[in-house]
């Protein structure tokens, strides 16, 4: 892992309030930064919304979290989503914001190569509302499964992944494993 310019807990104070409410459903604007567009969108009707101080807050710390992992500066994009993740009142599953986070931090170990933390943030993001919908959540998942040799469960979050999105999902992704899945599945 290479040297980061600043200290682990540097991120970004919360600017501004970055969260929407459309009728009755709390939204995150897809950001420039983050890697994926199905970490952000509408959520479901049956998740808390945390009010817009402290979804401010933890948005800032996904976004600064992004810009970190945008740079290829893993150690520091997991610090600030595990700070995202920490600022959750609790049940910390139950807001609109944690399908988010969790998918956030996940993204963060995979790209940091900590698949078996991955893993755990992932499984964090089926538990929320709107997780098991996800296609990027399965995504992660299966590759993250497929990286510490858990081809049969790799082969099974690829599918559904593959079922919930098609070909699209593994847009921009390693070849790898939409070969795999090819190996398993007729695609």
Known sequence: MRQEGKMLGECAEAKGNHLMERGGYLIAPHTKSATHPFRNGILHEKVRLVNDKLASEIQAKIDEGDTFLSEDRFALAVKCYEQAAA???EPRNA???SLQVYLALGEGYFFSGYYDQALVAFQQAMKTSGGI???LTHLRMGQSYFEIGELDSAADSLTRSYALD???????EDEKYLSFLASRIDL
């Open 95 to 97: 807001h609109a914001i």
């Open 166 to 172: 098609g070909r699209t999902i593994f847009d921009g």
């Open 87 to 89: 600022l959750l009142p």
């Open 133 to 135: 919908e996800n296609p």
